[in-house]
């Protein structure tokens, strides 16, 4: 017998063109950005740069969203949980 999820749950997973929610987002306001730039522009070679970097932006989303990379610079919360003193220094004591 088949089961199925909540559908609440339903939005974890959501997906517009290969992209969560909030990263198609982030693309769209990159889009209008970059359109508004456009129509000011006389410069192709303004026009061309920001298609790449739209293009590049896309590729490198599609990419987090696949594989994501995490910076791992801190860690959430200690093993352990202690008052004992990591330094050597003696506090209070002269």
Not at 3 to 14: L, Q, T, W, Y
Not at 27 to 47: P, R
Request: positive net charge; hydrophobic residues 50%; proline residues 5%.
């Amino acid at each position: 017998m088949k089961r199925f999820e909540v559908h609440r749950n339903i939005r974890k997973r959501a997906m517009v063109m290969g992209l969560s929610i909030p990263l198609f987002a982030l693309m769209m306001v990159s889009v209008v950005c970059t359109l508004l730039i456009m129509i000011f522009s006389f410069n192709l070679g303004v026009i061309v740069a920001l298609l790449f970097a739209n293009v590049l932006l896309y590729g490198t989303l599609v990419q987090w969203v696949r594989r994501p990379f995490y910076l791992g610079t801190s860690r959430r919360f200690p093993k352990s949980l202690s008052h004992k003193n990591i330094t050597p220094l003696p506090y209070g004591a002269d």
